[in-house]
């Protein structure tokens, strides 16, 4: 079955264009259509593939395309760099989903920049002190978020979004089986002596 990789190479297109595309459409739309090819391929994988195998393929799948989507932001252009700087950077307390869970702590930087964008930086460490600089990447039609020149690369969710279409496709060739036309029942033997 090739609907995973059917499903990325869809997405990542649409993720392409939406990134960087001249007459790209609207983050809304972007983003709604985007949740629509997830969505669609998700229920799809599900329902042609039944039983622990159609759930887990089609978890496998939806979280492929979400990292398929993420290395494609990662990789999308961000052609303008500037020298900004720090003027504080004020630390949001994150707490574990589940209990035994790590809480995280998320910096937001207030920059000034030359131009006066970008003006903030979300981070999960302090990239600078209070007054310090920052060269920081981004995209002058403002399509992706801006991040610290050299630190943005899709390797490591392009390598897990194929991990998981893997799982999922190989999931996914047990549908052939299942749906492929069983052998005609030749019925039961008869013995050559006579009864």
């Known amino acids: 079955m090739f609907l995973p990789a059917a499903c990325a190479v869809v997405l990542a297109v649409w993720a392409t264009w939406c990134f960087g595309g001249a007459s790209a459409p609207s983050t809304a739309v972007a983003v709604a259509v985007g949740g629509a090819i997830v969505l669609a391929a998700g229920v799809a994988y599900f329902l042609l593939v039944t039983g622990n195998l159609g759930f887990f393929g089609a978890v496998s799948l939806v979280g492929g395309l979400l990292l398929t989507a993420a290395a494609t932001d990662q990789a999308a252009a961000r052609g303008e760099v500037a020298e900004c700087v720090v003027v504080k950077v004020v630390g949001e307390h994150r707490e574990a989903i589940f209990d035994g869970g790590l809480d995280t ?3 937001h930087h207030t920059l000034r920049c030359p131009g ?4 903030t930086l979300a ?3 302090r990239l600078a002190p209070d007054g310090g600089t920052l060269r920081v990447a981004y995209d002058a039609r403002r399509r992706v978020d801006p991040a610290v020149e050299g630190s943005s690369s899709p390797w490591l969710p392009g390598f897990l979004a194929l991990l998981a279409l893997t799982a999922a496709t190989a999931g996914a060739r047990h549908v052939h089986l299942r749906w492929s036309r069983p052998e005609p029942d030749p019925g039961p033997r008869r ?3 006579g009864v």
């Open 123 to 125: 981070e999960d460490g």
């Open 105 to 107: 702590t998320l910096h």
């Open 191 to 193: 013995s050559r002596r």
């Open 116 to 119: 006066g964008y970008p003006s």
